[in-house]
């Protein structure tokens, strides 16, 4: 059972910075795509930002500029640096994994989630 666990959540004044980690139970090399998605309160969870083991990133157009997704595998570690932090920011901060496995035609595709770490950005 592959498990998630993410730290480094906290409350931070608005132009902070904060940095989360996402420890994997499995080597980083054994999932496809990596990435950090959010959820504030009454909305939907949103990408933020992905990582694939070919080190392709992706940011959200909302935080590029200001965050930063990096892997480190012998750490079986994801990051991600937040920097000039906004209100808006604030969240629950969700570590993802996905596994994909092609059989034939068909692809399959196994979502790991963490429990979410608590980011609060105050004006």
């Known amino acids: 059972q592959v498990q998630l666990v993410e730290s480094g959540g906290g409350l931070v004044e608005a132009g902070g910075s904060l940095r989360l980690s996402c420890v994997a139970s499995?080597?980083?090399?054994?999932?496809?795509?990596m990435g950090w998605y959010r959820q504030a309160p009454g909305k939907e969870r949103e990408a933020v930002a992905t990582?694939?083991?070919?080190?392709?990133?992706n940011v959200a157009e909302s935080v590029r500029g200001r965050f930063t997704i990096s892997g480190d595998n012998a750490k079986n570690a994801v990051y991600l640096e937040m920097s000039s932090l906004k209100p808006e920011d604030t969240a629950v901060y969700y570590c993802?994994?996905?596994?994909?496995?092609?059989?034939?035609?068909?692809?399959?595709?196994?979502?790991?989630w963490g429990l979410g770490t608590q980011v609060t950005v105050s004006s």
């Open positions: 499995e080597n980083l090399y054994n999932f496809n795509i």
């Open positions: 990582i694939t083991n070919s080190q392709i990133t």
């Open positions: 993802n994994a996905v596994k994909i496995r092609n059989k034939g035609w068909q692809r399959f595709e196994s979502k790991y």
